[in-house]
């Protein structure tokens, strides 16, 4: 009795914990659970893909020569290479594949290979190396697209399954759970919302499928944090309404051109909430705004708080890196901001990067490119030294060509001093032959020409 006792316990505790996980009545009654009759629906949309290319700077001859001494073993003396990963079918009339950008990185020809053996050679569409997304395509009859699901429901716990080609074994298929959601700033790609799966995940399953128990595709499978090369139970996919984002604009322009919005932001900390004296510990806050790019142009003050970006709320500085990535030029954008305990709504719309550095340089052609702040009330030289600091500075810029240098001190502009930022930019937009500016640098002094 007491074996039995338990036996029926256990049974209402799976019973229970699974409906909670969103697993399907039928699978929950069935006297051997399985996945089995939804990854017959969904594996064939599930590609196998091989690339072979070149590397370009393997073939320079000066590398080459360096190469012959065996001084550098690490690096392949052959430029040539193969490559594997996986894929999946979106679109079944029109061939079209999703993928990841890394997988068909510098690749010369990619073949697909599909879940009933037969091979195809894909043409690129288009790739985005930001959101690391591809789109290729295939002229093949009788395809099986997957159905796409929705990631902005999936929750932590959700049973998934992973799919796609492992070291090079097609079709093979791993489950487990959603372990985390909005996972960011790992340095893995250039916007990063992933989903993160403890479903095991190996070399060669990028660009697979991670999808829920219903078949849908919830994600692509992209990348694993491991000492080994082997998978350690944390493994990453781009949601699919980012990959889906991504994808259309490809289909359309080919690439993603991004606009610019002009802020730098951090994620609002408690400690950072209370120094603000706001109650809301969510939120990013504008430490930076680029001079003459929308944001500046709206209004948009360092210190502000940001809560919403198109009506969506603003968790962290991920939240905004992520939309703003997401909008091509030209897109409308509605922020809602804290100032001063009060909510405002802001709106402008971003544009192209380029023009807005060609506006800023026309319109500050000295000193665009350098990033600067005014001496704080907590700074040790406050009281001692009146000037503008420079934080950083761009590359190749007219100040940096001058030889000004993170760090120095601008304390006069055409011998007028400098007490603040707006009193320096004043100075510099009304000179057109030149601009003189007397800096300090570790303890000393000297005189800077921009021209």
Do not use: C, W
Not at 90 to 96: E, F, R, S
Not at 194 to 204: W, Y
Not at 311 to 335: F, P
Not at 337 to 354: C, G, H
């Amino acid at each position: 009795m007491k074996t039995k006792s338990i036996l029926i316990t256990l049974f209402i505790f799976l019973v229970v914990t699974t409906a909670s996980a969103k697993i399907p009545v039928s699978l929950i009654q069935a006297q051997q659970p399985s996945m089995a009759n939804m990854l017959k629906k969904t594996m064939p949309a599930i590609v196998n893909i091989r690339t072979e290319g070149e590397i370009p700077f393997l073939n320079d001859k000066f590398l080459e020569k360096q190469l012959q001494n065996d001084a550098h073993p690490r690096i392949p003396k052959d430029p040539h290479f193969t490559g594997i990963g996986s894929g999946v079918i979106v679109d079944a009339k029109k061939g079209l594949i999703l993928t990841n950008a890394h997988v068909i990185d510098l690749a010369k020809t990619v073949v697909v290979t599909l879940n009933d053996g037969r091979h195809f050679q894909a043409k690129l569409v288009g790739f985005d190396n930001e959101s690391d997304i591809a789109v290729i395509q295939i002229d093949a009859k009788n395809l099986t697209a997957v159905s796409l699901g929705d990631s902005n429901t999936i929750q932590v716990g959700d049973f998934v399954a992973a799919i796609g080609s492992p070291f090079g074994l097609n079709q093979s298929v791993s489950s487990g759970i959603v372990s985390a959601i909005h996972r960011g700033d790992l340095g893995i790609e250039g916007l990063e919302n992933f989903i993160q799966t403890d479903a095991p995940i190996n070399v060669g399953n990028s660009g697979g499928a991670l999808v829920n128990v219903q078949g849908e595709l919830v994600g692509i499978n992209t990348a694993l944090i491991s000492n080994s090369g082997g998978n350690v139970g944390i493994g990453f996919a781009i949601p699919i309404n980012m990959a889906q984002n991504v994808m259309q604009q490809l289909l359309k322009f080919g690439q993603v051109h991004r606009g610019l919005m002009g802020v730098l932001v951090q994620t609002l900390s408690p400690d950072l909430a209370s120094a603000f004296g706001i109650p809301s510990q969510q939120g990013a806050v504008v430490t930076q705004v680029i001079p003459y790019s929308p944001a500046a142009k709206a209004g948009i003050k360092i210190g502000d708080i940001i809560t919403k970006i198109n009506d969506n709320n603003v968790q962290n500085n991920s939240d905004i890196h992520n939309a703003v990535g997401l909008l091509r030029m030209g897109s409308n954008v509605k922020l809602e901001i804290l100032r001063d305990a009060k909510t405002l709504s802001i709106q402008m719309s971003t544009v192209n990067p380029e023009d807005s550095e060609t506006s800023g340089q026309q319109a500050d052609p000295y000193l665009y490119g350098t990033e600067l702040q005014e001496i704080h009330q907590q700074d040790p030289i406050n009281g001692y030294i009146q000037g503008v600091k420079i934080l950083k500075i761009k590359d190749y810029s007219a100040a940096a060509i001058a030889g000004l240098r993170p760090g120095d001190i601008i304390i006069s502009a055409d011998r007028t001093s400098t007490t603040s930022i707006p009193v320096l930019l004043t100075i510099a937009h009304k000179n057109k032959n030149g601009l003189l500016l007397n800096i300090l640098r570790r303890g000393g002094a000297a005189f800077v020409v921009i021209k």
